[in-house]
């Protein structure tokens, strides 16, 4: 009897949607057992996100600070596969995933175990995803596969169309603005990787050591937003240590300094962003061999 574990926390519900998808044709399977695991916080995170609260968790986000969990139980020690799904907040691993792979007990139930991570997005994962290598790798966890779903409403809506739909939990609360999120006919296509999943562990009874999803579009990247995201996670680094000498979440003085941060951030979405942009296309030609490799590095394990 093979054994999978899926390891999820989604707040919309959308990336529980993503890997239900994902692990149905494993289920279907009467020779895999398969667990889940949802992580919970010991305090919530609320949905919709008021405003005010969703920018708060930002330094710790970024920082990967540890918060309390809700303790948790398997059903094994051990599994033969472990599909971790994961929402991205501000260019990482959401706080709840994050804080779960820090535990001492998450360790050893990653130890030696190969991986396939599952990310529901807006669009830029790169980053998170690094960050994520290196959690694993502490946890001495192999990751074989990644998959990658993300919103289709263009880079340039989606700035608008995801934080609406984070602080009023819909997805097109106006009907101008593109509904936020991964499309359903993404959703439902992502079977196609419990399928190729299922028939690894089916048919061949040797651990899992190499990709299982080549072929099979498991990511795609944009190479528009390689530099954007590098940008980006820079920033962030710095300013999430700024912001938490202004003060703990719930302090006046982390009010004032997130409202500076909000302001630098506005502008540098209006001006830095579209600048880059600009200049990777006018140096594009010289720098076609660079953003190649790029491109290939960031796909692995599973490739475009």
Same mark, same amino acid.
Request: net charge positive; hydrophobic share 45%; proline share 6%.
């Given at each position: 009897?093979?054994? =999978? ?17 994902? =692990?149905?044709? @494993? ?6 057992? =398969?667990?889940?695991?949802? @992580? ?8 919709? &996100? ?13 920082? %990967? ?59 830029? &994962? ?20 990644? =998959? ?16 609406? &739909? ?20 993404? @959703? ?23 990709? %299982? ?25 710095? &300013? ?34 579209? @600048? ?29």
């Amino acid at each position: 009897m093979r054994k =999978v574990l899926t390891v999820n926390f989604s707040q919309t519900g959308q990336l529980s949607s993503i890997l239900q998808s994902v =692990v149905g044709p @494993i289920k279907e399977n009467k020779d895999i057992t =398969v667990d889940h695991l949802v @992580i919970k916080p010991k305090v919530n995170f609320p949905f919709p &996100w008021p405003f005010g609260q969703f920018f708060r968790v930002f330094p710790e986000t970024v920082a %990967m600070d540890p918060i309390e969990l809700e303790p948790f139980t398997t059903q094994f020690e051990q599994y033969d596969l472990i599909i971790l799904s994961y929402q991205v907040w501000f260019l990482t691993p959401s706080l709840p995933i994050s804080s779960f792979m820090q535990l001492p007990q998450t360790k050893k139930l990653f130890n030696n175990t190969p991986v396939v991570t599952v990310i529901g997005c807006r669009g830029m &994962w790169l980053s998170a995803q690094e960050k994520m290598k290196k959690l694993l790798a502490d946890a001495n966890a192999k990751l074989v596969d990644n =998959v990658v779903l993300s919103d289709n409403c263009g880079a340039a809506f989606s700035f608008l169309a995801t934080p609406l &739909w984070m602080m009023t939990g819909k997805k097109k609360p106006l009907s101008w603005v593109p509904a936020a999120g991964v499309s359903e006919s993404d @959703i439902t296509n992502a079977r196609r990787f419990g399928v190729a999943i299922n028939q690894r562990l089916a048919y061949d009874e040797s651990a899992i050591t190499s990709p %299982m999803l080549s072929g099979l579009n498991a990511v795609k990247i944009n190479e528009k937003l390689i530099a954007s995201e590098r940008v980006g996670n820079h920033s962030f680094s710095i &300013w999430s240590k700024i912001l938490k000498k202004f003060g703990s979440q719930q302090s006046i003085g982390r009010a004032i300094g997130l409202s500076i941060y909000v302001v630098f951030l506005v502008t540098l979405i209006l001006t830095v962003v579209p @600048i880059t942009a600009i200049i990777k296309k006018l140096i594009a030609p010289l720098t076609r061999n660079k953003i190649a490799k790029q491109k290939a590095y960031f796909a692995e394990p599973s490739g475009e």
